[in-house]
């Protein structure tokens, strides 16, 4: 009798065995597809986002969408940083950490697994030619991270031309970091518009001392003149002033005045002596009450440099397509003709009841002219 039980418990025993033998036991999926896993739940998540945006009808049910549907990548976040922090040696830790940082950019709150992400590649993976094109994403954040993983890479990188990349990174985030600091100061209720993506906590961290900033980015918009402009191709530099030419800030500015006097390059004279003109021209325009002298100053120094644009470098091309002479001849006539205070030129057309007009009609009265078009 105890043998055969003895017996039937063998049996027993070996059968699992023998099942999971026929069967082998399901491997984890490797690295690279667990990571693919992660990036198509975010995917699928934007594509409904983006098919309920399309559906809402008013302004209202947009912001619904916005605040209900649209994916939060915070909280994706710590499974990425899991998956590279249990193979830090493969690839797919460096694609894993970056996804991080370029896209929990937009977060109600700090977030552990963004700073923790920044902390890896700063300390791993600073050294990788990988994250020169990611530099210009970096340049878009406005947080302390983002900073401390481009300070990373300057100094750490061996490739001349990656440190060129993050040098220029934070010339521009300085620029847009000083931007909203100001904004911030000179109208506090802005702040709430800021703490929609970023929380209260964010805002504070935004309001830092504007004179600190536009020191910092100063220097860095140096730095990228003395050690980086020479091997820098002026093609990109064209894109760099597409990047900023709608900036109104004093380190973009310094850029543009350094870039003219460092860099004797046709095309780089041309893109630059035009964007100048358009920082400085923006500013009086966001800033009509800056005073007398600069009220009579910048669009006199906007106006030399768009002549020298369109007079010396007309022919130099555009990032985004045209040329620099037929953009400046635009801005200069922008300035010589419809700049506050001049005088309206001859405008002809019906009116909203279908009356021929002319603007000289109504000489000495108060205008509002509404231009729009019916597609």
Known sequence: MYRIARGLLILALAVPALAAAGQPTKEPAAPAKQYQA??????????????????????????????????????LAPRFLALAEKYPRDPVAFDALTWIVVNCVRSPARI???????????????????????????????????????????????????????CLALVQQYGWRLEIAKQLHDNPEAGSGYARYYG???????????????AQGKRYAKRFAENYLGRTKPDRIAQLCQALSYSTNAVSETLFRTLLEKDSRREVQGVASLTLALVL???????????????????TESEKLLRRASDQFGDVK?????????????????????????????????DQDGNKFKLSDYRGKVVLLDFWHQY
């Open 38 to 75: 992660l990036v198509k739940v975010y995917q699928d998540a934007m594509q409904s986002y983006s098919e309920a945006l399309g559906k809402a009808k008013t302004y209202e049910e947009r912001l619904k969408v916005d605040d209900e549907v649209y994916p939060k990548p915070e909280k």
């Open 112 to 166: 552990p697994a963004r700073a923790k992400a920044v902390a890896i590649l700063s300390r791993d993976h600073a050294r990788s030619e990988k994250l020169g094109p990611m530099c210009q994403t970096f340049a878009n954040g406005y947080d302390e991270e983002t900073e401390i993983l481009l300070t990373a890479i300057l100094d750490k990188n061996p490739s001349k031309d990656v440190q060129a990349e993050a």
């Open 200 to 214: 209260r906590e964010g805002v504070e961290r935004l309001k830092a001392d504007p004179a600190t900033l536009a």
């Open 281 to 299: 021209k923006r500013r009086l325009e966001m800033t009509p009450t800056a005073g007398e002298a600069t009220a009579s100053r910048v669009p």
């Open 318 to 350: 555009l990032a985004a397509g045209g040329t620099v002479g037929n953009k400046a001849r635009l801005e200069l006539d922008d300035i010589l003709h419809l700049a506050v205070g001049k005088v309206a030129p001859k405008i002809e057309g019906q």
